[in-house]
């Protein structure tokens, strides 16, 4: 199957510091890629797709230079949340498209506590 | 603009029982996909199911089944004979062709008791 993982899996953080999420495809080359946020109880919210070898494009009202994303390879995206705040606690999530098949799958996510 | 509904924000059920998941969708596009999602406790997104527009036939797998109706707009998900493993949140999305975004309903959590 295809298998997306997420590093690290969980995370707490001083308030004023900046966290790094790596989201890899195991399995298979992706193209594309998703960074999506969660809260609690509530539904998926799209950040960004990020697609390999050029910028991000950023949903309406997501800050492009607080979340940075990075798409340096076929198999990795990185979302870094820059000088987090309490607020950026949530649970994010990034997907992949295994090329030609149109279906996202996703990682495993990585819960973000910032004190 | 493209929407999906999950009317039922919770269910519960017992054991053994069947339940079904109600998914509406709207969408301008003849062409799109639709999609359903696990995400159990432990937060991750398992992929059930994707649907293209032009297949209306139903699909079973083990214990889920899936009716697709066009007339009524709808993607309803059923689990036979539930298990307390099934509880989770289910997501019913849906995308059009030529964008890969998902549209992703509230979604509705299951859970089964023993």
């Known amino acids: 199957g295809a298998v997306v993982s997420q590093h690290p899996s969980r995370v707490i953080c001083k308030s004023g510091t900046s966290v790094k999420i790596e989201c890899r495809s195991l399995?298979?080359?992706?193209?594309?890629m998703f960074w999506y946020r969660q809260f609690p109880k509530q539904s998926l919210m799209l950040m960004a797709t990020?697609?390999?070898?050029?910028?991000?494009?950023?949903e309406q009202g997501v800050e492009k230079d607080k979340f940075l994303i990075n798409h340096a390879s076929l198999t990795l995206s990185t979302l870094t949340v820059t000088s987090a705040h309490p607020e950026d606690s949530s649970f994010y999530i990034c997907?992949?498209?295994?090329?030609?098949?149109?279906?996202?799958?996703f990682g495993p996510g990585t819960r973000l506590l910032v004190l | 603009a493209q929407k999906v509904t999950q009317a039922q924000t919770e269910i519960s059920v017992v054991e053994k029982e069947d339940v079904t998941l109600d998914c509406v969708y709207e969408?301008?596009?003849?062409?799109?996909?639709l999609f359903w999602y696990k995400q159990p406790p432990s937060g991750e997104l398992v992929f059930l199911i994707r649907?293209?527009?032009?297949?209306?036939q139903n699909e079973i797998s083990g214990r889920y089944s899936w009716n697709f109706q066009k007339s009524t707009s709808s993607f309803n998900f059923t689990i036979t004979a539930s298990q307390v493993v099934d509880s989770a949140v289910y997501f019913c999305?849906?995308?059009?062709?030529?964008?890969?975004?998902?549209?992703f309903g509230k979604g509705t959590k299951l859970t089964v008791n023993p």
């Open positions: 999305a849906l995308s059009q062709e030529g964008s890969e975004k998902l549209v």
């Open positions: 399995d298979f080359q992706a193209t594309t």
């Open positions: 997907s992949a498209i295994r090329d030609a098949e149109e279906t996202q799958y």
């Open positions: 990020s697609n390999e070898g050029s910028k991000a494009t950023y």
């Open positions: 649907r293209n527009s032009f297949d209306e």
């Open positions: 969408t301008r596009d003849t062409t799109y996909y």
